[in-house]
């Protein structure tokens, strides 16, 4: 025996079915994890390039004088350097020649950093976002954690994948027991015969992963245009499917070579496949006692081979905690993002600056993104109504007699309270105005005015020129001691609170200032909150209709101060997020968007990121699915023989059937068990995890565990009922089957 390949080809051939179908689910698999993979690292590369265009630097220095410089810059790990003007966030202030600089190797950021410090004392910066896409920095951490995640699943998949391949080459194996054993026979060894199974199992293997490669970068491809991800060949993902999918294919291969090797030649030749063994006695079990005797032997026959039981249940629960885990997810994100929608107000995503006395209207707008970007905002079919936004900020023209207003509770019991009191104990603003010495003003026009009548606590919204309509309560945060393990976003919003921050009460007075101008206002009304929640520069706010407004600033309905939009639903495309974050980030990368407001129902960025990756467990499901349903059909059509002689000591076709059935529901009654303590247990760590990048708290799925577990049943069920409902009522032949 010298040709392995052409006798593998010959078996493959002969099972041309199974052999095609083992290929296309492989395929699928490798496909799927090829199409993961590459959007993974594409939006991960496109996001690292975006972030040096935009800021080419990985290191800043920051020198004082007498600091030797030049030294530093001849190390050999540095790339490039250049002086330029940096804004140091933690000074409030910019440095004049801050040196920017590259280095070799960025992989070696924190290593670079802390020769820097160490050796020649210069004070330095990590650029932090693009430090991450190295897995470096104080954030890298983060992008370490989700790089791991990702390969996890990927990891699953592949595994999944492999397990197609190790049952069918199993159920060959099986098959043709007696050609091994006449090869055997006539002088083939142990590893020759290994040799053919390996090589079969290579085969489908390397067919099925290019398959899956080369449908899956036009897949991935597709799916990045709807994404707006730049998706391009990359190695490392085909890299990362040949070794996952080639390194399980060496186990599968020598356990399926082992059976080959524990059977002797002669049994080989009669066709056993488990050799002799002895008959062990079984006391009735929980299901014999439920089920009767067709319970009791199901059970017995799925203890008979326990191992492939065990294979059984460990295919099936995998899949069941990998659709659980990424349930778990889904669902954790749609729930917060429900507790946390009503908190953004009706006017969920607003930009908006303050006027003030200090700066011309034109210099309020300059930070505000461009009319350009608003009315591309603003036209989006998500977005159902828009509006201007008018606000001021007035001073408090006696502002000690203004702070006393400020409740004690208030003070002391929430975080912004406690700014408040920091401020006005500090030696800065001791014996001056604090930025919290003031009043924000929102104006509104007559039917959106109109609409704070069910807000209303006291008095009147119909107030004249002196009058104006006080806020009673300001979202705060209260100080409750934040538990940083165990702190998650619903909680943030929980202990965020409508709290009354001062004791003005209807009838009080307060002398505002603009420009050089004082004037007292009297509190007319009182409602009970800001209905678009905006966040203001002052603690304090009052609302007007839109003539006052303009009578207390001396501006125009030209001069609006931003604008406020309302979304049709709070759950927000991907594509809507992205321009929003996009308008964020390249405004604040300027720092010239210091001081306008942005807000708006971000986490569906992630929940659509996990939308895409719950189909793909779907698809996996199904795989695994289509696997099971392969092994159990051909498992039925090798123990015909057992069925032929049941029947004939007088089981019936119905009871016959009852029997394996139940074997199915054993089975996934079992898998299920152990792929919810498996889900269980892989979100334990995932549950800390999401805590950490999203302040997200897991929440079990408890609907897709029971639809989980009712199509398993199905799917169990069904693999079993359609074979035995086709297969031959002819005892005879069936009697003198031996697993050919």
Same mark, same amino acid.
């Not at 030294?71 to 490039?80: E, G, H, P, R, S």
């Not at 940096?86 to 801050?98: L, M, Q, T, V």
């Not at 449908?215 to 990362?240: E, Q, R, T």
């Given at each position: 025996?010298?040709?392995?390949?052409?006798?593998?080809?010959?078996?493959?051939?002969?099972?041309?079915?199974?052999?095609?179908?083992?290929?296309?689910?492989?395929?699928?698999?490798?496909?799927?994890?090829?199409?993961?993979?590459?959007?993974?690292?594409?939006?991960?590369?496109?996001?690292?390039?975006?972030?040096?265009?935009?800021?080419?630097?990985?290191?800043?220095?920051?020198?004082?004088?007498?600091?030797?410089?030049?030294?530093?810059?001849?190390?050999?790990?540095?790339?490039?350097?250049?002086?330029?003007?940096?804004?140091?966030?933690?000074?409030?202030?910019?440095?004049?020649?801050?040196?920017?600089?590259?280095?070799?190797?960025?992989?070696?950021?924190?290593?670079?950093?802390?020769?820097?410090?160490?050796?020649?004392?210069?004070?330095?910066?990590?650029?932090?976002?693009?430090?991450?896409?190295?897995?470096?920095?104080?954030?890298?951490?983060?992008?370490?954690?989700?790089?791991?995640?990702?390969?996890?699943?990927?990891?699953?998949?592949?595994?999944?994948?492999?397990?197609?391949?190790?049952?069918?080459?199993?159920?060959?194996?099986?098959?043709?027991?007696?050609?091994?054993?006449?090869?055997?026979?006539?002088?083939?060894?142990?590893?020759?015969?290994?040799?053919?199974?390996?090589?079969?199992?290579?085969?489908?293997?390397?067919?099925?992963?290019?398959?899956?490669?080369?449908?899956?970068?036009?897949?991935?491809?597709?799916?990045?245009?709807?994404?707006?991800?730049?998706?391009?060949?990359?190695?490392?993902?085909?890299?990362?499917?040949?070794?996952?999918?080639?390194?399980?294919?060496?186990?599968?291969?020598?356990?399926?070579?082992?059976?080959?090797?524990?059977?002797?030649?002669?049994?080989?030749?009669?066709?056993?496949?488990?050799?002799?063994?002895?008959?062990?006695?079984?006391?009735?079990?929980?299901?014999?006692?439920?089920?009767?005797?067709?319970?009791?032997?199901?059970?017995?026959?799925?203890?008979?081979?326990?191992?492939?039981?065990?294979?059984?249940?460990?295919?099936?629960?995998?899949?069941?905690?990998?659709?659980?885990?990424?349930?778990?997810?889904?669902?954790?994100?749609?729930?917060?993002?429900?507790?946390?929608?009503?908190?953004?107000?009706?006017?969920?995503?607003?930009?908006?600056?303050?006027?003030?006395?200090?700066?011309?209207?034109?210099?309020?707008?300059?930070?505000?993104?461009?009319?350009?970007?608003?009315?591309?905002?603003?036209?989006?079919?998500?977005?159902?109504?828009?509006?201007?936004?008018?606000?001021?900020?007035?001073?408090?023209?006696?502002?000690?007699?203004?702070?006393?207003?400020?409740?004690?509770?208030?003070?002391?019991?929430?975080?912004?309270?406690?700014?408040?009191?920091?401020?006005?104990?500090?030696?800065?603003?001791?014996?001056?105005?604090?930025?919290?010495?003031?009043?924000?003003?929102?104006?509104?026009?007559?039917?959106?005015?109109?609409?704070?009548?069910?807000?209303?606590?006291?008095?009147?919204?119909?107030?004249?020129?002196?009058?104006?309509?006080?806020?009673?309560?300001?979202?705060?945060?209260?100080?409750?001691?934040?538990?940083?393990?165990?702190?998650?976003?619903?909680?943030?919003?929980?202990?965020?609170?409508?709290?009354?921050?001062?004791?003005?009460?209807?009838?009080?007075?307060?002398?505002?200032?603009?420009?050089?101008?004082?004037?007292?206002?009297?509190?007319?009304?009182?409602?009970?909150?800001?209905?678009?929640?905006?966040?203001?520069?002052?603690?304090?706010?009052?609302?007007?209709?839109?003539?006052?407004?303009?009578?207390?600033?001396?501006?125009?309905?030209?001069?609006?101060?931003?604008?406020?939009?309302?979304?049709?639903?709070?759950?927000?495309?991907?594509?809507?997020?992205?321009?929003?974050?996009?308008?964020?980030?390249?405004?604040?990368?300027?720092?010239?968007?210091?001081?306008?407001?942005?807000?708006?129902?971000?986490?569906?960025?992630?929940?659509?990121?996990?939308?895409?990756?719950?189909?793909?467990?779907?698809?996996?499901?199904?795989?695994?699915?289509?696997?099971?349903?392969?092994?159990?059909?051909?498992?039925?059509?090798?123990?015909?023989?057992?069925?032929?002689?049941?029947?004939?000591?007088?089981?019936?076709?119905?009871?016959?059937?009852? &029997? %394996?059935? +139940?074997?199915?529901? *054993?089975?996934?009654?079992?898998?299920?068990? !152990?792929?919810? @303590? /498996?889900?269980?247990?892989?979100?334990?760590?995932?549950?800390?995890?999401?805590?950490?990048?999203? &302040? %997200?708290? +897991?929440?079990?799925? *408890?609907?897709?565990?029971?639809?989980?577990? !009712?199509?398993? @049943? /199905?799917?169990?069920?069904?693999?079993?009922?359609?074979?035995?409902?086709?297969?031959?009522?002819?005892?005879?032949?069936?009697?003198?089957?031996?697993?050919?």
């Amino acid at each position: 025996m010298e040709n392995y390949t052409k006798l593998s080809i010959k078996y493959l051939k002969f099972q041309k079915k199974r052999t095609i179908l083992t290929i296309l689910g492989v395929a699928l698999a490798s496909g799927i994890l090829f199409v993961i993979l590459t959007l993974y690292f594409s939006n991960f590369i496109n996001t690292r390039d975006a972030l040096r265009k935009q800021a080419d630097y990985e290191i800043v220095l920051l020198p004082e004088q007498n600091q030797d410089v030049p030294a530093l810059l001849k190390q050999d790990f540095v790339k490039t350097a250049y002086r330029g003007k940096y804004y140091d966030y933690y000074s409030n202030s910019y440095i004049e020649n801050a040196i920017y600089i590259n280095v070799k190797n960025p992989y070696r950021l924190d290593a670079n950093m802390e020769t820097i410090e160490q050796t020649y004392g210069v004070k330095a910066q990590l650029n932090q976002q693009l430090a991450s896409y190295y897995l470096q920095g104080d954030t890298g951490n983060d992008t370490y954690i989700i790089l791991l995640m990702f390969l996890l699943l990927s990891f699953v998949i592949a595994v999944i994948g492999v397990g197609i391949i190790r049952t069918t080459i199993q159920l060959n194996t099986m098959e043709q027991i007696k050609d091994y054993g006449i090869l055997r026979c006539i002088g083939a060894t142990q590893g020759q015969l290994k040799s053919v199974i390996f090589r079969m199992g290579c085969m489908q293997e390397l067919l099925g992963i290019l398959g899956g490669i080369v449908i899956g970068f036009p897949i991935a491809y597709l799916v990045g245009l709807s994404m707006n991800i730049k998706v391009l060949p990359h190695v490392l993902p085909f890299l990362y499917v040949l070794i996952v999918f080639i390194g399980d294919l060496f186990f599968v291969m020598d356990e399926n070579g082992k059976l080959v090797k524990k059977i002797s030649p002669i049994e080989a030749v009669r066709g056993q496949t488990s050799g002799t063994r002895k008959v062990k006695a079984r006391k009735q079990s929980i299901f014999g006692k439920i089920f009767g005797v067709q319970g009791d032997y199901a059970y017995k026959n799925l203890m008979s081979n326990k191992r492939r039981f065990l294979k059984t249940i460990a295919t099936f629960a995998l899949s069941i905690a990998a659709f659980i885990t990424i349930a778990t997810i889904f669902t954790s994100f749609v729930q917060m993002q429900k507790q946390i929608a009503p908190s953004y107000g009706e006017y969920q995503v607003y930009f908006f600056n303050e006027a003030n006395d200090e700066e011309t209207i034109d210099a309020v707008k300059s930070v505000l993104p461009n009319e350009e970007t608003l009315t591309d905002i603003a036209q989006n079919k998500e977005v159902k109504d828009v509006k201007a936004v008018y606000a001021a900020t007035m001073k408090a023209a006696d502002f000690e007699e203004f702070r006393t207003h400020f409740t004690e509770d208030f003070r002391q019991e929430t975080l912004e309270g406690q700014i408040v009191e920091r401020l006005e104990t500090g030696e800065k603003y001791k014996d001056s105005a604090s930025p919290v010495d003031r009043v924000s003003v929102i104006g509104y026009g007559e039917d959106e005015y109109q609409e704070y009548a069910s807000y209303l606590v006291e008095g009147t919204l119909d107030v004249d020129e002196n009058g104006i309509v006080l806020v009673q309560n300001v979202e705060a945060t209260l100080d409750e001691g934040m538990d940083d393990e165990s702190y998650d976003a619903i909680d943030l919003i929980a202990s965020t609170v409508e709290y009354p921050a001062t004791d003005y009460k209807l009838g009080d007075t307060i002398e505002l200032k603009w420009g050089n101008e004082k004037k007292t206002y009297e509190i007319q009304g009182i409602v009970r909150i800001d209905k678009d929640k905006l966040q203001t520069k002052g603690f304090v706010k009052c609302i007007v209709p839109l003539a006052n407004y303009f009578r207390m600033t001396g501006l125009e309905k030209s001069d609006s101060t931003g604008v406020k939009c309302k979304l049709r639903s709070d759950n927000i495309s991907a594509s809507l997020t992205s321009k929003l974050v996009n308008v964020l980030d390249n405004s604040m990368g300027d720092y010239s968007y210091p001081d306008a407001i942005y807000s708006g129902a971000l986490f569906s960025t992630s929940i659509s990121a996990i939308k895409y990756i719950l189909a793909f467990v779907i698809v996996i499901l199904c795989v695994s699915s289509l696997n099971i349903i392969n092994t159990t059909a051909s498992n039925l059509y090798l123990r015909r023989q057992e069925f032929a002689q049941l029947r004939a000591i007088g089981v019936s076709v119905r009871e016959l059937r009852k &029997m %394996v059935m +139940l074997e199915g529901v *054993i089975s996934v009654i079992c898998a299920n068990i !152990v792929g919810d @303590v /498996l889900g269980f247990a892989v979100m334990m760590p995932l549950a800390k995890a999401a805590l950490v990048l999203f &302040m %997200v708290k +897991l929440t079990f799925p *408890i609907i897709g565990a029971v639809i989980g577990f !009712v199509l398993s @049943v /199905l799917v169990m069920c069904g693999s079993i009922y359609i074979p035995m409902k086709r297969m031959s009522n002819r005892i005879a032949d069936d009697l003198n089957a031996t697993g050919d």
